[in-house]
């Protein structure tokens, strides 16, 4: 099997971690298709993808087209002959003519247990409807979003503390290893893939910034994950006085007030910073003012006032 070109299409850390597994497990990876560089940080440097970064590192190839719906993407690709591409937090569906180009298809490595959270957050959606467990999927492509029939799985417990970044990395680790474990077998006929039930099926589009505004209404619970759910990107945010406060890592607390409402802080001595919500009370460990250094409340909770209300 190991002879086999393959194409390569992905771009988050999340996909350089796979495709250094393709690559130590002797698989013949032909080419690497990334999105292009893009400007990251306040100083908006051009900076290339994980996966970009990893294949240069090993020799290989590397294609970065703005779409896959252009004869040029079409061309380059074939050029090279793929016996299979495999996909993984590529970010972009591909047309048919592409998923037509390998003679033994076309795999994703999706981070979920599908047919739950199809798209293109998967990790986020997943913390933030505070599930206990996710997984990934060894599936087919077809046209669809995260549609085709399901190869192989594992599952992964989800902790309530973890945050994006930390479970996106044990996916990742999984997701490696079960698709180094699924490839002999399935391409040898070994592994029959099972057609989705799309009744089942949930679908989770991309993460918009105003998703991460919080909402104290809501329970603690469901604030702290939200928070660890978007503490990549936009991160948790309320407003303080008229300006953005971010606030980076929390954990559900107990407190007895005086009938203050959500939103108002109720603690505010030496590490406790505590915000009453709408159902419970949450500690806020790590935050940031605006124009201010990320802090831990350790360092900084003495500089608010209990009653005073966020989100306003």
């Given at each position: 099997?190991?002879?086999?070109?393959?194409?390569?299409?992905?771009?988050?850390?999340?996909?350089?971690?796979?495709?250094?597994?393709?690559?130590?497990?002797g698989?013949?990876?032909?080419?690497?298709?990334?999105?292009?560089?893009?400007?990251?940080?306040?100083?908006?440097?051009?900076?290339?993808?994980?996966?970009?970064?990893?294949a240069?590192?090993?020799?290989?190839?590397?294609?970065?087209?703005?779409?896959?719906?252009?004869?040029?993407?079409?061309?380059?690709?074939?050029?090279?002959?793929?016996?299979?591409?495999?996909?993984?937090?590529?970010?972009?569906?591909?047309?048919?003519?592409?998923?037509?180009?390998?003679?033994?298809?076309?795999?994703?490595?999706?981070?979920?247990?599908?047919?739950?959270?199809?798209?293109?957050?998967?990790?986020q959606?997943?913390?933030?409807?505070?599930?206990?467990?996710?997984?990934?999927?060894?599936?087919?492509?077809?046209?669809?979003?995260?549609?085709?029939?399901?190869?192989?799985?594992?599952?992964?417990?989800?902790?309530?503390?973890?945050?994006?970044?930390?479970?996106?990395?044990?996916l990742?680790?999984?997701?490696?290893?079960?698709?180094?474990?699924?490839?002999?077998?399935?391409?040898?006929?070994?592994?029959?893939a099972?057609?989705?039930?799309?009744?089942?099926?949930?679908?989770?589009?991309?993460?918009?910034?105003?998703?991460?505004?919080?909402?104290?209404?809501?329970?603690?619970?469901?604030?702290?994950?939200l928070?660890?759910?978007?503490?990549?990107?936009?991160?948790?945010?309320?407003?303080?006085?008229?300006?953005?406060?971010?606030?980076?890592?929390?954990?559900?607390?107990?407190?007895?007030?005086?009938?203050?409402?959500?939103?108002?802080?109720?603690?505010a001595?030496?590490k406790?910073?505590?915000?009453?919500?709408?159902?419970?009370?949450?500690?806020?460990?790590?935050?940031?003012?605006?124009?201010?250094?990320?802090?831990?409340?350790?360092?900084?909770?003495?500089?608010?006032?209990?009653?005073?209300?966020?989100?306003?």
């Open positions: 099997m190991n002879d086999l070109k393959i194409c390569f299409m992905g771009t988050p850390d999340f996909a350089a971690t796979v495709l250094e597994s393709l690559v130590n497990g698989y013949n990876v032909v080419l690497c298709c990334c999105q292009p560089d893009k400007p990251v940080g306040r100083k908006k440097i051009i900076t290339p993808p994980p996966v970009k970064v990893y240069e590192s090993k020799g290989i190839d590397v294609f970065q087209p703005d779409s896959m719906r252009t004869p040029e993407a079409y061309e380059t690709i074939s050029e090279y002959s793929p016996d299979l591409i495999i996909t993984a937090a590529y970010g972009k569906i591909l047309p048919v003519n592409i998923l037509n180009i390998p003679s033994l298809g076309c795999v994703n490595v999706h981070a979920s247990l599908l047919p739950k959270y199809r798209g293109a957050a998967p990790v959606y997943a913390i933030m409807n505070g599930d206990k467990v996710t997984g990934v999927t060894i599936m087919e492509m077809d046209e669809g979003m995260d549609t085709g029939a399901m190869i192989s799985r594992v599952e992964v417990p989800i902790d309530d503390e973890v945050d994006t970044e930390t479970l996106m990395a044990e990742a680790k999984e997701g490696s290893k079960l698709l180094i474990d699924t490839l002999p077998k399935y391409l040898g006929g070994e592994i029959p099972v057609v989705q039930n799309n009744d089942e099926a949930t679908i989770c589009g991309q993460i918009k910034p105003d998703q991460g505004v919080i909402d104290w209404n809501m329970s603690a619970k469901k604030i702290h994950d928070v660890r759910a978007l503490t990549n990107w936009p991160g948790a945010s309320t407003m303080l006085d008229g300006n953005k406060l971010k606030i980076y890592k929390t954990h559900v607390t107990e407190f007895e007030d005086n009938d203050l409402k959500p939103g108002q802080i109720v603690k001595h030496k406790d910073l505590f915000v009453k919500c709408g159902e419970g009370y949450l500690a806020i460990d790590e935050l940031q003012t605006a124009g201010g250094k990320r802090l831990q409340a350790i360092d900084c909770a003495h500089n608010f006032k209990v009653g005073t209300c966020l989100g306003n």
